[in-house]
């Protein structure tokens, strides 16, 4: 690891474990450093990796992939931080490694253009517009040709002043990650293909699953286990024949080959038409907080729903649901003999905190 890159990715907040098993799994010889935060916004997650920066672009539980540019692990919460930060960028050998790995990933013709993007939490005696520019009076005076523009920069810089904690770098991918499915048929409220993209890597996908997810929605987390490799079937259905067309049409309009195995169906998750043990996978997002009116009829559901997982699952079968219905989904866990909760995940979903869980069937 001696010539290794340190790098950091953005997460949704909670997602940060998640996507240390994913960068653990796929790139080989990385290794973990910390991680940080930003309230309730993002997770950031450092780690060194010796390979190529474009392996990092193979990532999906993650929004955005940056290199290191400058990090101080206690700065003052006044105007010292300031001139700190200028210094780092003009001068510090740590800034030019990581302009001199992201510019040809985002090498643009014509004269080189950045912009600066400031984050600020926590109680400081500064705005965040003075951080933009002590990064401003940095490039200056290293890079005095280079273009400050407002958008559509080659380069964007990113300050993360996190309380005490500094954490700077090189944006090395574009909107494109976290946005990465047009959907031709969207639904209000889908999951963040992150989020689909981190529940999927805890099912442990294998070439022969045969998955399913019975409140499909739009589909995401169907297109994350299309990209997540290889497997034998695929089945999908949602309560909601609207919905179950449309999870249909998006999975079919990837920009990967047509799916094979792929079933979309008008279905009732909590009368599944499916053959005891007949699937070894399962991912789903469950209704929860302001997604269902009404809580009768969450308790009805969740029971009948884990009643029917536990029905389906295979010996030893995997199950990943996102719910914030903490008590009801373990109070309906307990009525199944053969399921058990492995561990779980704290994450936020369209700005309110739910909890993934792992299942497995006895």
């Known amino acids: 690891m001696n010539n290794a890159t340190t790098y950091y990715v953005q997460t949704m907040p909670g997602v940060e474990e998640i996507a240390w098993l994913e960068i653990r799994d796929k790139l080989p010889g990385a290794k973990f450093s910390e991680t940080v935060f930003a309230k309730d916004q993002n997770g950031l997650l450092l780690f060194s990796y010796s390979g190529d920066a474009s392996d990092l672009f193979q990532l999906r539980a993650v929004e955005d992939v940056f290199v290191l540019a400058v990090s101080i692990d206690k700065v003052p919460r006044t105007r010292q931080v300031l001139p700190q930060l200028t210094e780092l960028i003009g ?96 639904l209000k409220a889908a999951l963040r293909p992150s989020v689909a993209a981190a529940m999927i890597h805890l099912t442990q996908p294998t070439d022969d699953d045969i998955f399913l997810d019975p409140m499909c929605g739009s589909g995401t987390l169907l297109m994350e286990r299309r990209y997540a490799g290889a497997y034998s079937q695929m089945l999908a ?28 169906l008008h279905l009732d998750a909590t009368r599944l038409p499916l053959a005891n043990g007949s699937i070894t996978k399962v991912a789903t997002n469950l209704p929860f907080g302001k997604q269902i009116s009404s809580p009768k009829a969450l308790k009805r559901l969740y029971p009948a729903f884990f009643g029917e997982l536990e029905r389906v699952l295979g010996r030893n079968g995997r199950a990943v649901v996102l719910s914030s219905e903490y008590d009801l989904v373990k109070e309906s866990v307990r009525q199944c003999s053969n399921l058990e909760i492995l561990t779980g995940y704290s994450v936020a979903v369209l700005g309110q905190w739910g909890r993934i869980y792992i299942l497995r069937r006895s």
Not at 108 to 116: F, V
Not at 241 to 264: C, I, M, W
């Open 91 to 186: 001068e510090s050998a740590t800034f030019q490694h990581a302009i001199d790995i992201a510019m040809p990933i985002r090498k643009q013709p014509g004269r080189p253009s950045y912009r600066a993007i400031s984050r600020l939490y926590g109680s400081h005696d500064i705005y965040r517009k003075q951080l933009g520019e002590a990064v401003r009076r940095g490039m200056k005076e290293r890079y005095p040709r280079w273009r400050l523009v407002d958008d559509h920069a080659m380069l964007e810089i990113w300050i993360n002043l996190l309380g005490s904690r500094l954490v700077g770098g090189i944006r090395l991918t574009d909107r494109t990650m976290r946005h990465r499915f047009n959907k031709p048929m969207p």
């Open 237 to 264: 259905g949602d309560m909601l024949y609207d919905h179950t067309q449309a999870a249909r049409q998006n999975v079919h309009a990837l920009r990967k080959e047509p799916p094979n195995s792929f079933g979309a």
